[in-house]
């Protein structure tokens, strides 16, 4: 009888776990929704030029064919739609695609710490940037002419790309991958990149440095409707592709060969999540430079508050990562004004101190 009255209690609490834990994701949802829309409205106001939230409004709604009772000159409406719009719409889907990829491949590689870095993707997408920059008078000379104003984007997610294809590659044993193998893979594949980028550094002039120094720190400054127009399929295939393997990356908790059971194919998983991952990361990677910690800190914040059901992480990591960057957009650009931070410095300042508060908190929950 006290067996029973045991069980049964269990359930019951079990029970009331799951309601508190569905009622905060729903409610952490919500509240990312309305704090992003409330968030893009202040960037579209604030910046160099005063801009208030009714004009802001009144120009968004002129874009649609109605009117509100503000008034906007030509200029501010010129100012938002062709300059800030753009940048807001860029850090949006970058904000969201880092978060949303840092989550997967915390799922894929069983570790709260991973983030698409081990990949070799962010290391890949530096070296052929840099080496753009550093031999684009020379042996890639036809190659910059050939493609403009798009030769860092499309080399930068190229090398993105292919690096962690050579991961992918280097991690299989006879047809099959396991997590250590591409971590160490990945680990030699970030050493070779950024070595051979060392050297290139070595050799570059000053303004190359200058290029260089900004572009690896990551900014969002001079995005066009045309950068955003040639990422869009790119972000919206992570976006829109990683969340259908929710259930997938929730049956690797379980580890691999119980995945298997379940009926998942394991090894076909790993690999388009990791090709979802390098496609969205490269794009990112390629019109802002490295910005750190969104794919770090956002998952993990986020699987402590609600768990790891990757169902409810996924679109939320999205929503939050698209909130952290926009803050830290906002940030990068009023702090100096005129001038302007790269953006990866803000996240790293913000980021940094948090994820370290974030480690300290969990190692006293767990009495170490």
């Known amino acids: ?117 081990l990949m070799g993707i962010s290391s890949g997408a530096t070296l052929a940037a840099v080496a753009v920059i550093v031999l684009e008078a020379t042996i890639l000379h036809e190659f910059s002419v050939w493609m403009g104003a798009f030769s860092l984007p499309i080399s930068a997610f190229l090398g993105g790309f292919l690096a962690t294809l050579l991961v992918y590659h280097f991690a299989l044993n006879k047809g099959r991958s396991d997590v250590s193998s591409l971590l160490l893979a990945g680990i030699a594949i970030n050493a070779l990149t950024g070595s051979i980028t ?54 690797l908790l379980l580890g691999e060969a119980e995945a298997g059971h379940l009926g998942f194919p394991v090894e076909r998983v790993k690999l388009l999540v990791i090709l979802l991952v390098a496609l969205g990361v490269g794009a990112s990677v390629s019109f802002a430079g490295i910005i750190g910690f969104v794919g770090l800190v956002v998952p993990h914040l986020l699987r402590l508050w609600f768990g790891p059901d990757h169902c409810s992480l996924l679109p939320c990591s999205a929503l939050l990562g698209a909130l952290l960057l926009l803050l830290a957009d906002i940030f990068a650009r009023t702090l100096v004004s005129p001038a302007e931070l790269p953006i990866g410095i803000i996240t790293g300042i913000l980021g940094g101190p948090f994820f370290l508060w974030l480690l300290r908190r969990q190692r006293i929950a767990g009495g170490h």
């Open 198 to 251: 060392g050297l290139l550094i070595y050799t570059a002039n000053d303004e190359q440095l200058r290029t260089i120094t900004f572009w690896t720190m990551g900014s969002l400054s001079g995005i066009s409707w045309s950068q955003v127009i040639t990422g869009l399929p790119f972000f919206l295939s992570t976006l829109y592709f990683l969340p259908k393997f929710s259930r997938a990356l929730n049956a």
């Open 1 to 117: 009888m006290s067996s029973t009255a045991t069980s049964l209690n269990e359930s019951l609490n079990f029970q009331q776990l799951k309601i508190v834990k569905d009622s905060r994701k729903q409610m952490t949802f919500w509240f990312l929704v309305i704090s992003l829309l409330l968030m893009c409205v202040s960037s579209l106001s604030i910046g160099a030029m005063p801009i208030s939230t009714g004009q802001t409004l009144a120009i968004l709604a002129d874009l649609v064919g109605l009117q509100l009772p503000w008034e906007f000159s030509f200029s501010q409406e010129t100012v938002i739609t062709s300059i800030r719009a753009p940048r807001l719409m860029m850090a949006l889907l970058i904000g969201s695609v880092l978060a949303v990829s840092g989550a997967a491949m915390q799922g894929l590689f069983l570790n709260p710490l991973a983030d698409p870095a």
